[in-house]
């Protein structure tokens, strides 16, 4: 070697570098653009991504059945779009119809001066009430109040533009997320510095949560508003079915439940005159339909994920306040990740040590 490539070499290990900081500097740009321009479609992506984990078992035999992944993928979005949309549709309807019932019954009963009956034949109660009458004008707050339950009613269950765009989208990606999961999941592993094994644990670990988390916070949310419904249904309450439905929906959120519905009802009962059974509703809830989440969530979720309740609970709530709805899946999702990479590190540090 002479001297003028002896002087090359260091130069050429310069450009090199210069050329890898260069390239790293562009992808990560690149990728950041990518991000901030999907922003916008996180929650169609993230429930496309959650359905597509969900309906892949079905997918995966419809191909083998019929040999054309194309109609194997849009059976199942067809499926998926009758489970989500006709439900949906059903209970938004009804929901305005009985805000709008449940408005005029309330106003009938303090402009007829009923609840007024209800509160003079007990003597413990009565002052109470009847002072809170004379510092407002409670047949006032009622109009507002009444009014107030239909136009919010009507108005949240519109769906707006964005709202219809980011549904059929949802079910767009679902189609190619489906029918491309493969080579999808392929192309990630040729990307990932981690081994064949470690990413075949991540993508377990990821199904196992989307999994875990959908269908046990939908199986606790259908037993609370099963259990709300059936004390509706007994208590003589109107339209059990449609809120026993409506509490399903209201336990599927985080920080919200059926407590929404059935603390109103209860106190609908007091006003009535029917103390026994505001207190037997309210025993219901509060005991039965709000311990039973925690009976059932850990067992079906916490226990499932392999993480303790407080993080599975901190993963929900911190996953919505920070993303909204999408939250339901991006939360634990996060957290198994997370989980899974330290696990990693974990296992490499492991074998420094024994190497050492």
């Known amino acids: 070697m002479n001297k003028s490539d002896e002087k090359s070499a260091p130069e050429y290990a310069v450009h090199t570098t210069i050329q890898l900081l260069l390239l790293i500097t562009m992808s990560v740009v690149a990728t950041l653009g990518c991000v901030f321009m999907s922003a916008p479609f996180l929650p169609a ?3 496309a991504t959650a359905l597509a984990i969900m309906f892949s078992p079905l997918q995966q035999r419809l191909e083998k059945k019929l040999g054309k992944p194309n109609i194997a993928a849009a059976l199942c979005v067809l499926l998926a779009a009758l489970i989500v949309v006709i439900p949906a549709s059903f209970v938004a ?14 106003h009938d009963l303090f402009v007829s001066g009923q609840w007024r009956d209800s ?7 009565a002052p109470v009430l009847h002072w809170i ?5 409670v047949p006032g707050l009622v109009d507002s109040a009444s009014a107030w339950l239909t136009s919010t009613a009507a108005t949240l269950l519109q769906v707006s533009l964005h709202e219809l765009v980011m549904l059929v989208l949802t079910f767009y990606l679902l189609f190619y997320f489906l029918r491309d999961r493969i080579k999808a999941l392929v192309w990630l592993r040729t990307l990932s510095p981690l081994t064949s ?25 259908i037993v609370q508003g099963t259990l709300g419904g059936l004390m509706f249904w007994w208590l003589d309450l109107p339209a059990p079915l449609l809120w026993g439905l409506v509490m399903a929906l209201l336990a599927v ?18 006003l009535t005159g029917n103390e026994l059974q505001a207190l037997v509703l309210i025993l219901w809830g509060g005991i039965v339909v709000g311990g039973i989440d925690n009976l059932l969530y850990p067992i079906l979720v916490g226990n499932r994920l392999k993480i303790h309740t407080v993080l599975a609970f901190i993963s929900l709530v911190g996953g919505v306040m920070l993303f909204g709805t999408s939250g339901l899946v991006l939360g634990p999702l996060i957290f198994a990740v997370t989980r899974n990479l330290l696990q990693i590190w974990h296992r490499h540090n492991a074998l420094i040590k024994d190497a050492a």
Do not use: C
Request: net charge negative.
């Open 45 to 47: 992506l993230t429930w």
């Open 93 to 106: 309807q009804q929901l305005i119809s009985e805000a709008s019932n449940s408005a005029k019954s309330i």
């Open 119 to 125: 509160v003079d034949a007990h003597p413990l109660v």
């Open 133 to 137: 009458e004379r510092q407002f004008n």
């Open 197 to 221: 094994a470690d990413m075949a644990r991540m993508y377990g670990d990821v199904a196992d949560t989307v999994n875990a988390t959908l269908y046990g916070t939908l199986a606790v949310a």
């Open 253 to 270: 959120i985080p920080v919200l439940g059926a407590f929404i519905i059935w603390i109103p009802a209860a106190l609908f009962l007091l």
